[in-house]
């Protein structure tokens, strides 16, 4: 690869990102994955939740490539693709107006001023009421997939559960393999308000946002009757996502959106002490 590569740092409710412009590709698929693990380390390179690569389509403005800290790739990511949207029309890729490929389907994303919404891919594999043992103890689990697998446990109080904890029990429950799921504990608000917290497959961790878990909890928290749309959803970064979708009657919606900022942190350049450990194992 040639050294150095210009980057911008970006954030999604609290999610960030790496996003470069790799539409003249750099860098092999052989060695995505720990060139991701390398420039996502925090405190040995810039550090973030995920890579976002921008590619050329030939069937919408543009394409990307999403990476996880930990060097998978992931269908879709919510917050990232506000970000890649507005990098796109920041750097004349796209229009305000735009649609891009992702291995979840063609994302249609507006942009207006620091705010992007984004047009979700229809929900899928709707599953309610499972009853697992999280924490030790009996819990309703439901789940259903945003462009990536998602379970969500209602909580009494989201600020005192043990996200790490039990997002790992969920995340690796034998009622989720072979994939696994990430991991949300919602609490209700109000008539329309959550606060949700998100346990992340691939970062391994609880992150400060997290786009298609938000859109789960709603859809979920609308389907069991606790709240009525649009929902506001407030990640533990403390920003707000709107989550915009008619009242369904039983099924998932199927016209949804995510609304929220996408902002710019900084723009910089990957020097080669950046990437030099990226053979190093997750």
């Known amino acids: 690869m040639n050294l150095p590569i210009p980057f911008t740092k970006m954030s999604g409710s609290g999610n960030d990102f790496i ?15 720990s060139f991701a693990r390398a420039v996502c380390r925090r405190k040995f390179s810039v550090g973030a939740d995920g890579l976002i690569l921008i590619e050329t389509s030939d069937e919408a403005d543009f394409a990307w490539t999403f990476l996880n800290a930990d060097g998978s790739i992931a269908e879709m990511c919510g917050n990232g693709a506000r970000c890649a949207a507005r990098f796109a029309h920041r750097n004349n890729i796209a229009p305000p107006a735009m649609r891009f490929k992702t291995l979840a389907g063609i994302i249609a994303a507006e942009i207006v001023g620091d705010q992007v919404k984004l ?6 594999g709707l599953a309610l009421d499972a009853e697992l043992v999280v924490g030790g103890a009996a819990r309703r689990v439901h789940s259903l997939n945003t462009g990536v697998p998602h379970a969500v446990l209602f909580v009494d109080d989201a600020a005192t559960t043990p996200v790490a904890d039990w997002g790992r029990e969920l995340r690796y429950h034998p009622h989720f393999k072979p994939a696994g799921t990430n991991a949300n504990f919602a609490q209700v608000l109000g008539a329309s308000a959550l606060k949700v917290r ?5 970062v391994e961790d609880e992150t400060m946002a997290c786009g298609t878990g938000a859109v789960a909890a709603a859809i979920l928290a609308v389907l069991t009757g606790r709240v ?6 407030t990640t533990s970064g403390g920003e707000p996502l709107i989550i915009h979708f008619a009242a369904p009657g039983g099924q998932p919606p199927q ?16 020097q080669p002490e950046a990437v030099g450990g990226q053979t190093v194992a997750p």
């Open 19 to 33: 996003v470069i412009d790799h539409r003249a590709p750099f860098l092999d698929r052989g060695e995505l994955a």
């Open 198 to 202: 998100t346990y992340e497959r691939g």
């Open 119 to 124: 047009a979700m891919t229809p929900p899928t």
């Open 255 to 270: 016209e949804v959106f995510l609304e929220g900022a996408a902002k710019i942190i900084y723009d910089g350049q990957l």
């Open 228 to 233: 009525t749309p649009p929902v506001t959803v």
